[in-house]
């Protein structure tokens, strides 16, 4: 495999989101399903579809990320903003997820871009490898800078 114009080798992670069963319908009726929804962490960086959400960032914009949850599932599903930090949260669930902060928040929760988010939680099937792809990701970067 060649090194791409960042000089990784690594082949892009694919991840899904977790979803609950009891909110499938919930989230469908906004756009938001298993065929609308996913994340591709790779060389060019974060890219998060949510349904007609979308969150892209490069690799040099993210800090960082971490497990968290379980969450109330009042508070977790579907497109969220936290009126305490302006946070953005892509739920589908109630189980647990991944945080990533941002140096420069970024646009997401509205098509003017106008709130711009510090961080983004996303409730995803393997959150654990979320973390894991980034840390790899972020390793390749630093290594075809030096």
Same mark, same amino acid.
């Given at each position: 495999? &060649? ?6 080798? !690594?082949?892009?992670? %694919? /991840?899904?989101? !977790?979803? +609950?069963?009891?909110? @499938? %319908?919930?989230? *469908? !009726?906004? #756009? ?9 962490? #790779?060389? +060019? ?15 040099? &914009? /993210? /800090? ?8 109330? !599932?009042? @508070?977790?599903?579907?497109?969220? %903003?936290? /009126? ?12 647990? #997820? ?13 098509? $003017? #871009?106008?709130?711009?988010?510090? *961080?983004l939680t996303m409730t995803l099937?393997?959150?654990? %490898? $979320? ?16």
């Amino acid at each position: 495999m &060649n090194p791409d114009a960042f000089g990784s080798t !690594a082949a892009p992670c %694919l /991840l899904r989101f !977790a979803f +609950d069963p009891r909110f @499938r %319908l919930l989230l *469908a !009726a906004i #756009g938001v399903r298993p065929t609308t929804s996913g994340v591709v962490v #790779g060389a +060019d960086g974060l890219d998060v579809r949510f349904g007609p959400w979308r969150v892209r960032t490069p690799l040099a &914009n /993210l /800090l960082p990320a971490e497990v968290t949850g379980p969450y109330r !599932a009042a @508070r977790s599903v579907g497109p969220r %903003l936290s /009126l305490a930090d302006r946070g953005l949260t892509f739920g589908t669930g109630a189980g647990r #997820g991944a945080c990533v902060r941002f140096h420069e928040p970024v646009t997401g929760i509205e098509p $003017f #871009g106008t709130v711009r988010h510090p *961080a983004l939680t996303m409730t995803l099937a393997e959150p654990e %490898l $979320f973390v894991h792809c980034l840390t790899r990701f972020h390793e390749d970067g630093d290594r075809s800078r030096s």
